[in-house]
């Protein structure tokens, strides 16, 4: 049943597994060293539960994903106020690492390019720069649910080839958009930049933010509601850079990536998206990062103005009208994350019932990729022993001409299955 999941996401990424488009990200020397082919996906639902596909447990480096992140602790620590006073919000059509500040402002154009991120680095108030990253090293392995370590290497070598960073770093001292020292908060970024993660942990901080920062593993509010929806505005106008536009037409999920290989992409109420591919495309983006998302975006309909509504109460009632027979009833409307979480909870529950019932009769709106993991969700406990019916009186799920026997109702199922039990006179 949740293996139902786990096998498109597995198809999803070996559609992709032969690109060997792009080059690693060489100006950083420790960078160009990693496995090109590395390829890993994670995908985190809303309360937390992780589906994995691929290296989703090989550990690279954060790099530009700890941008929102680092945004969002300035939010959270100094105010929206303080923070819109310093950085703007505006996406710059430039390259991430342009050496440039809004011309009315004099203030970086927003915190997705690297002026921005070393802006929003140094906003974190902190005595001194170690306890500067400890508060964003906390910060983010509270994102991510687990104590993040740090690339020693990758950090000296960045900070050794960094002259484009400490650029930025003395144009913004310049224009008095930086108060402290550049290379003490350029020391700050380069850390940040070298957190090790996986594409899991990608997950699990979509997630945490999908859940509006609320971690759904640890249960613990990393920040606000309020926090999450400025940082969420801002990768989905500014996240990809200048490839921004087409990733919101195609893909339309905030999302964050960087040259480390890794993109973590955000449905908002729903889930969090992990993906690793080291090979960039020349904007600094991963190529089979940026292809895997679309077709996750495509084939399960994940883009954020098709997704309507917060699905995590799909399930709005599950009961044992007899001992055995388990009824699921979902309600509202059913996309990927609905029809995941009821595949997800009749294979938890498989040894507390013989015979399950599917009622879809409250169901208002239904999209393919929901009807079609529903669809298969017969078949499945069949596979497993078991079996199951579908209350579905206006065909919402099994449509006309389907080999699926719909009923009308519950009591329906119940009498047809009396009926089969009674010996026959
Ligand atoms: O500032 C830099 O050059 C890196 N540490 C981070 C850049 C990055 O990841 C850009 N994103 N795609």
Known sequence: ?????????????????????????????????VDPDGFGLSLSTSDGF???????????????????????LALHLIGLDAVDARIGVEPSGEAFNEISVDRVTNNPKNPMINAGAITAVSLIPAGSPDERFELIHDFYSACVGRRLELDHDVYTSEKASGARNRAIGYMLQSFEALDDDPDEVLDVYYRQCSLRVTCTDLARMGATLARGGMNPVTGRRVTSAAVVRRTLSVMVTCGMYDGAGDWVSAVGMPAKSGVGGGIVAVLPGQ?????????????????????T????????GLHFLTVRRDARATLRAVYEPRSGVRVYEAHGDLLFSGAEEVLRVAERERDRYDVTILDVSRVDDIDDTAREMLSALGAALRAD?????????????????????????????????????????
């Open 385 to 425: 022993g078991k079996e199951g019916h579908l209350v579905d009186p206006d065909g919402v799920v099994a449509r006309a001409g389907s080999p699926e026997i719909r009923f009308r109702t519950v009591d329906d199922v119940l009498d047809a299955l009396d009926r089969r039990r009674r010996p026959t006179p």
């Open 293 to 300: 998302c679309r077709s996750l975006s495509e084939q399960l």
């Open 1 to 33: 049943m949740a293996e139902l999941v786990q096998r498109r996401l597995d198809r999803i990424r070996a559609e992709h597994a032969e690109v060997a488009d792009g080059e690693l990200a060489d100006y950083i020397p420790e960078l160009a060293g």
């Open 271 to 291: 889930l969090g998206i992990g993906v690793y591919s080291p090979r960039l495309d020349d904007k600094g983006n991963s190529v089979r990062g940026v292809l």
């Open 50 to 72: 992780i589906y994995e596909s691929g290296q989703a447990a090989t550990e690279f480096t954060i790099q530009s994903i700890s941008k929102p992140l680092t945004y969002a």
